[in-house]
């Protein structure tokens, strides 16, 4: 199992960025996908998550500002994020749940990937 994250970078407040995470070694279809970070001084939490059918958890940090997506032809999971705060600063990870469990919590998640940064300045 690979899980290769790519598109974090520093931006100013109010912009937006498009974490990817390529995923590979499994069949992506039959996983539900996640998104965590890990912010300065915090544990590392999970943002959102991505049923076949839908979005199944988000927090409410996020709620409004970032959208996952996901390309099943290219096993590719996406984190589009807008209106970017210096309090989203963090490591950015993407994560494939143990068979049958959507991850929201560390327990979980059964691969991770290595992450990607993001630095919103002010």
């Known amino acids: 199992v690979q899980l290769e994250e790519s598109g974090g970078g520093t931006v100013k407040a109010g912009g937006s960025l498009r974490l990817s995470c390529a995923a590979s070694?499994?069949?992506?279809?039959?996983?539900?996908m996640a998104w965590f970070r890990q912010t300065p001084g915090k544990e590392r939490e999970s943002i959102i998550t991505l049923r076949k059918a839908g979005i199944g958890f988000y927090a409410d940090s996020v709620e409004g500002r970032f959208t996952i997506s996901r390309d099943n032809a290219k096993n590719t999971l996406f984190l589009q994020i807008d209106s970017l705060t210096p309090e989203d600063t963090g490591m950015y990870y993407c994560a494939r749940g143990r068979y049958g469990v959507c991850p929201s919590a560390i327990a979980d998640v059964g691969d991770w990937g290595r992450g990607t940064q993001v630095t919103v300045s002010s």
């Open positions: 070694g499994f069949p992506f279809t039959s996983y539900c």
